[in-house]
């Protein structure tokens, strides 16, 4: 696939993934869009990306604000008249213990995991047709099929994901508008050392390369679902208990990572206090 000149939008740019698909567009001479909230990062990429696509561009903002999301399709399209790549790599990881957890932190993953692809897609819809065509391309998790253990959040905002984007590929038939989505095991990047609490994993990282090579063979063979790495002995026993013997699973989890009887007992004193203060 010839990819000069194309406008490749690809949020959470400034690390990990994000930042490593960025680059690979722009050395095949894409037109990139890069997203995300620290600034000095992602102009540190720009520059990367400019020396082999001088019209890149970079766009600083929270995508767990609808009014950025939807801006940055709108300001993409004022700059280049057109969107042929939406890369949603943007996320935030929570690996918390459920009872640690609250309200707001809950609406936050949710806003930047899910809701800000919905609105970036439901905002680029139009302008892909109008161009007749386009891939929107969802980088997901492991997570949304096989919750591992203390992200019940992050899975549900990934699995949200998943069933969003296997709606958009029935539902878009026949647009030329392709939907992929790619549910990556353990890659090695920072979301790992952004995590509240210790975690458990001691399995093998991927390195990102392998997500970007799925985004490549996703767009070019129109795959719809991908899971990296491919025939993982680990994610396909997984992804086999959880469908057919979810207790087994459980019980698997629970002895790679216990939760701690006093984690129980400490939630429970804050829940007693909590209701000796209220009366
Ligand atoms: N690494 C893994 O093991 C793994 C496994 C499965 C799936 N994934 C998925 O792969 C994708 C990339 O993750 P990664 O591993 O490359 O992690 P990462 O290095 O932490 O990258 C996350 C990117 O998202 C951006 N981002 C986060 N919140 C944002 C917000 N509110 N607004 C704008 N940008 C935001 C971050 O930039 P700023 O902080 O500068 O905003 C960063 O560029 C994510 O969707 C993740 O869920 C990763």
Known sequence: MDYRGKVVIITGASSGIGREAAQAFASRNSVVVGVARREALLREQLERWQRDSPDSICLVGDLGEREFSEQVIAET????????????????????????????????????????????????????????????????????????????????????????????????????????????????????????????FRGRKHPPSMVVDAIFEAIEKRRFELVIPRRSLSLMAANFLRQFWPAALRFGMARMDPVHKDVIEDARQRALELRRARG
């Open 77 to 200: 399209v004022a700059r280049f008249g057109r969107i042929d790549v939406l890369v949603h790599n943007a996320a935030v990881p929570k690996h918390k213990q459920i009872y640690d957890l609250n309200g707001d932190e809950a609406e936050y993953v949710i806003r930047v995991n899910f809701l800000s692809p919905v609105w970036t897609t439901l905002a680029a819809i139009p302008h892909m047709l109008a161009n007749h065509g386009g891939f929107i391309v969802n980088v997901s998790s492991f997570a949304a099929l096989v919750p591992p253990p203390r992200e019940s959040l992050y899975a549900a905002s990934k699995a949200a994901l998943n069933a969003f984007s296997a709606g958009l590929w029935n539902d878009l038939a026949g647009s030329q508008i392709h939907v992929s989505v790619i549910n990556p095991g353990a890659i090695d990047t920072e979301i790992w050392d952004k995590q509240e609490a210790p975690n458990a």
